[in-house]
T-cell receptor, first 116, second 110 residues
Framework: NAGVTQTPKFQVLKTGQSMTLQCAQD?????MYWYRQDPGMGLRLIYY???????DKGEVPNGYNVSRLNKREFSLRLESAAPSQTSVYFC???????????????FGPGTRLTVL | QKEVEQNSGPLSVPEGAIASLNCTYS??????FFWYRQYSGKSPELIMF????GDKEDGRFTAQLNKASQYVSLLIRDSQPSDSATYLC??????????FGAGTRLTVKP
């Protein structure tokens, strides 16, 4: 099992450009998440999908959109990139979704995005 | 006030010593608590979770939870240089949202 995979690993954009970050999991998990990690800020939730066909906003959704393409795949789109979106983006998945308090999230390798 | 607070460190301990990492949280209704390890440039990986008051041991790692004090800690016994990493505390709040601390950087010196 590959676990959670993300593409691309690195990306440099100019202000105003758009791009989509891809995430896939092969663990048959119901829930998927997108986080960003900035120095001194910890991981902050952008969007999540508790199950196939549903998406919800997290702490910092502005400037992003998501698509849960199927049970395996969850993409994050930046429509008009800004320097403030320079960050490391992690996708994660979990089995039970929002219902189980011991539900554990497993992370992908991350995408390092720089917006100039 | 941040929802999950950790001392940013760096925390430096000699090889073989006990490393103690601390985390406090603000949501009194929080249900469960997770410790992740993150090596530089890598993704977080789960060490263990705890949801009952008291201690939970897994190998060299012990998680301690005190809900009354809103405090959770991670002890690493017999610390090794390979334990050098950033340790993230994550809290599942009453509304099921997960909140992460900014992490504590640990250095284990040979």
């Amino acid at each position: 099992n590959a676990g959670v995979t993300q593409t691309p690993k690195f990306q440099v954009l100019k202000t105003g450009q758009s791009m989509t970050l891809q995430c896939a999991q092969d663990m048959n998990h119901n829930s998927m998440y997108w986080y960003r990690q900035d120095p001194g800020m910890g991981l902050r939730l952008i969007y999540y999908s508790a199950s196939e066909g549903t998406t919800d906003k997290g702490e910092v959704p502005n400037g992003y959109n998501v698509s849960r393409l199927n049970k395996r795949e969850f993409s994050l789109r930046l429509e008009s990139a800004a320097p403030s979106q320079t960050s490391v983006y992690f996708c994660a998945s979990s089995e039970a979704g929002q219902g189980g308090h011991t539900d554990t999230q497993y992370f992908g390798p991350g995408t390092r995005l720089t917006v100039l | 006030q941040k929802e999950v607070e950790q001392n940013s460190g760096p925390l430096s301990v000699p090889e073989g010593a006990i490393a103690s990492l601390n985390c406090t949280y603000s949501d009194r209704g929080s249900q469960s608590f997770f410790w992740y390890r993150q090596y530089s440039g890598k993704s977080p990986e789960l060490i263990m979770f705890i949801y009952s008051n008291g201690d939970k041991e897994d190998g060299r790692f012990t998680a301690q939870l005190n809900k009354a004090s809103q405090y959770v800690s991670l002890l690493i016994r017999d610390s090794q240089p390979s334990d050098s990493a950033t340790y993230l505390c994550a809290v599942r709040q009453d509304n099921n949202d997960m909140r992460f601390g900014a992490g504590t950087r640990l250095t284990v010196k040979p």
